[in-house]
T-cell receptor, first 115, second 116 residues
Framework: DTGVSQNPRHKITKRGQNVTFRCDPI?????LYWYRQTLGQGPEFLTY????????KSRLLSDRFSAERPKGSFSTLEIQRTEQGDSAMYLC?????????????FGSGTQLSVL | AQKITQTQPGMFVQEKEAVTLDCTYD???????LFWYKQPSSGEMIFLIY??????QNATEGRYSLNFQKARKSANLVISASQLGDSAMYFC?????????????FGTGTRLKVLA
């Protein structure tokens, strides 16, 4: 049973560049979440998908951010025209919708540094 | 208002001793879930333990137990017989809503350092 996989693990970019991160959830999981975590803080919700449908986006997700899950499997998170304030750990999590025992399984995250 | 409050930014514990990490929560839902996750320096969030709001008994998973006091809205994590490998960030989280619309909210975490 493979867990949630995120690529790349680390990304360094210059301000103004575009970056894209990929998340491969656990294969049978139908829900996929993106969170952002800055130093000393807990994960903050960005957006989530059920299958290929993006059901909710946080106000943290500005117009420069876009997320897709085209076939209901892997997901990508793109940040356009990166800013230094975008520097953070981007965490992906997946879950299987199914009642009170539902819980999140996380990947190892992508650490973004914007210079 | 904070939905999940972890008031201890950092904690120290001696190896082999027990430690309690505090968590209080705020929700108007009757049905909700409470979780603890461990985040080592590698970054991955590791699920530790789950407590449902209707569970009458405190959850236990090996050396982890959750001290659930519903009236006080607290869900403290107890780690018994601490090990050096327990040094990490610990996050309390709450799941609220209904199946199909669940939201997960995290606290700011507690950094635990186990001393040899």
């Amino acid at each position: 049973d493979t867990g949630v996989s995120q690529n790349p693990r680390h990304k360094i970019t210059k301000r103004g560049q575009n970056v894209t991160f990929r998340c491969d959830p656990i294969s049978e999981h139908n829900r996929l979440y993106w969170y952002r975590q800055t130093l000393g803080q807990g994960p903050e919700f960005l957006t989530y998908f059920q299958n290929e449908a993006q059901l909710e986006k946080s106000r943290l997700l500005s117009d420069r951010f876009s997320a897709e899950r085209p076939k209901g499997s892997f997901s990508t998170l793109e940040i356009q025209r990166t800013e230094q304030g975008d520097s953070a750990m981007y965490l992906c999590a997946s879950s299987l919708v199914g009642g009170i025992n539902e819980k999140l399984f996380f990947g190892s995250g992508t650490q973004l540094s914007v210079l | 208002a904070q939905k999940i409050t972890q008031t201890q930014p950092g904690m120290f514990v001696q190896e082999k001793e027990a430690v309690t990490l505090d968590c209080t929560y705020d929700t108007s839902d009757q049905s909700y879930g409470l979780f603890w996750y461990k985040q080592p320096s590698s970054g991955e969030m590791i699920f530790l333990i789950y407590q449902g709001s209707y569970d009458e008994q405190n959850a236990t998973e090996g050396r982890y137990s959750l001290n659930f006091q519903k009236a006080r809205k607290s869900a403290n994590l107890v780690i018994s017989a601490s090990q050096l490998g327990d040094s990490a960030m610990y996050f309390c989280a709450m799941r609220e809503g209904t199946s199909g619309t669940y939201k997960y909210i995290f606290g700011t975490g507690t950094r635990l350092k186990v001393l040899a």
